[in-house]
Nanobody, 123 residues
Framework: TQQLMESGGGSVQAGGSLKLSCVASGYIRNCMGWFRQAPGKDRERVAAIYTNGTTKFYADSVKGRFTISQDIAKNTVYLQMNSLKPEDTATYYC??????????????????WGQGTQVTVSS
C-alpha cells in the first residue's frame, strides 16, 4: 500500500522557521512535492523535486525562503521554511507523482497525497 506521512508542522511567529518531513512507502514516482491549501482556497503548488535528478520547482511566493531536499535512501523529502509569513498559513501536503516541468513540478495526474500537516504563522 502506498503511503506518505508528513510531520514538522506547528505554530510559529512571523519570521520564524519550520522544517517539514515526508516519509514515503512504496515510492513509485519520479517527483516528490509539497502543496498547500488554506480554507476556502484551491490547493496550490509550493515546491517539488525531480527525484531522478536535481531539478527543482518553487512557487514564486516562496522562492528564496523555502528549500526542498530529499534523501532517496530514506524515501524522505524535506521542506525547510524560513522567514515565514502569515500568508504561509495553510495545511501542507506531501505528494508524489510524475514530473511535469520546471513551471509546475509534479503533475496532478496519478498523484498521491499525504494526510497533511498544519502550519500556522502569526503576525
Amino acid at each position: 500500500t502506498q503511503q506518505l506521512m508528513e510531520s514538522g508542522g506547528g505554530s510559529v511567529q512571523a519570521g520564524g522557521s519550520l522544517k517539514l518531513s515526508c516519509v514515503a512507502s512504496g515510492y513509485i514516482r519520479n517527483c516528490m512535492g509539497w502543496f498547500r491549501q488554506a480554507p476556502g482556497k484551491d490547493r496550490e503548488r509550493v515546491a517539488a523535486i525531480y527525484t531522478n535528478g536535481t531539478t527543482k520547482f518553487y512557487a514564486d511566493s516562496v522562492k528564496g525562503r523555502f528549500t526542498i531536499s530529499q534523501d532517496i535512501a530514506k524515501n524522505t523529502v524535506y521542506l525547510q521554511m524560513n522567514s515565514l509569513k502569515p500568508e504561509d498559513t495553510a495545511t501542507y501536503y506531501c505528494a508524489r507523482g510524475w514530473w511535469a516541468d520546471r513551471k509546475k513540478g509534479c503533475s496532478l495526474e496519478s498523484i498521491h497525497w499525504g494526510q497533511g500537516t498544519q502550519v500556522t504563522v502569526s503576525s
